[in-house]
């Protein structure tokens, strides 16, 4: 029978919510997971840099840990989507769009990020395919091949030195005038990173597989990837609308055992970290759930 008030609600229910209800069943507690079904990463075809589920498609990591963590008979997963979470630690009430009110002693944020892709055609539909966003994911499989990277201003420099560590034909487009300075054009031609300012009309693609950009003067570069940071922004409004604090790149400010700077309640994943990962969202989440726990023991629970 669902309880009165769980000791805890997880909303977002990926790899971080899902680590952080794995600790929290282990642990004997009673755990609702809210998830409404977007995860950032469902076009990516293949989650990497994660031991013993290397190359695995994040639907079977995603259905895997799912079938672990419910065979705990304290955890409960819901698909929903939550609106608002109100009251202070430990009477908060949980609001969903299906206009459910569910109380709970402690939250977990592990609703991750969106990212605000731009209007280039093409882009989104090779968003995590082949325009991708980090080397430690997805370089290796592009080791060595043509790739670009779009990106403008003073972090040129610094992505590219990075970038080249995996291949050594590289290109800068900045998609306009350039915005960093002769020096570090310099830095970069001795690095043997070409610089593209020609504005992109389109990235020709096949099944978010890169073929080339294409410029709006009709001429063309051929391409097998290309990495792009984008903008974000929090995938879920509740957590600052209820008090929590962000940092200055956005994220929800958490300590080192993911508490925020509301009292009870916590965040993991994307949503609180620069590092955008399958395995450090496990990590993160496993950390929480261990500690709302140490919470609910210290307040006699």
Known sequence: MRPDAY????????????????ALG????????????????????????????????????????????????????QMGTVTAVTGVSPAFEVHTAAGETIRAKKILFATGIR??????????????????????CHGYEYRAQPTGILVNGAP????GRLIRN??????????????FSAEHH??????????????????????????????????????????ARVPFEQHCPAPQALGCTLTETGHLAASEFRQTSVPG???????????RSVAGS???????????????IAEGA
């Open 7 to 22: 000791e805890a609600v997880i909303v977002g229910g990926s790899y971080a919510g899902l680590s952080a209800a794995m």
């Open 26 to 77: 282990r642990a004997l507690r009673h755990v609702l997971i809210l998830d409404s079904g977007q995860p950032c990463n469902w076009q990516t075809p293949h989650s990497h840099n994660l031991l013993t589920q290397d190359g695995a498609t994040p639907a079977h990591l995603a259905a895997t840990a799912r079938a672990q963590v419910l065979a705990y008979p304290t955890v409960t997963f």
């Open 115 to 136: 990212d605000l892709l731009p209007a280039i055609p093409g882009f989104a539909e090779s968003w995590g395919i082949s325009v991708i966003h980090c080397p430690y």
């Open 156 to 159: 040129a420099l610094d992505f």
């Open 166 to 179: 995996w291949t050594k034909d590289l290109t800068i487009f900045t998609n306009g005038a350039p915005t």
């Open 186 to 227: 310099q830095q970069l031609a001795a690095l043997g990173i070409g610089v593209v300012s020609k504005e992109i009309k389109q990235i020709v693609h096949q099944q978010g597989v890169i073929q080339h950009l294409l410029f709006t003067d009709g001429t063309q570069h051929p391409l097998t990837a290309l990495y």
């Open 265 to 275: 309640v916590y965040a993991a994943g994307d949503n609180s970290s620069l590092l």
């Open 282 to 296: 496990i990590a993160m989440g496993n950390v929480a759930g261990a500690f709302i726990n140490h919470e609910l």
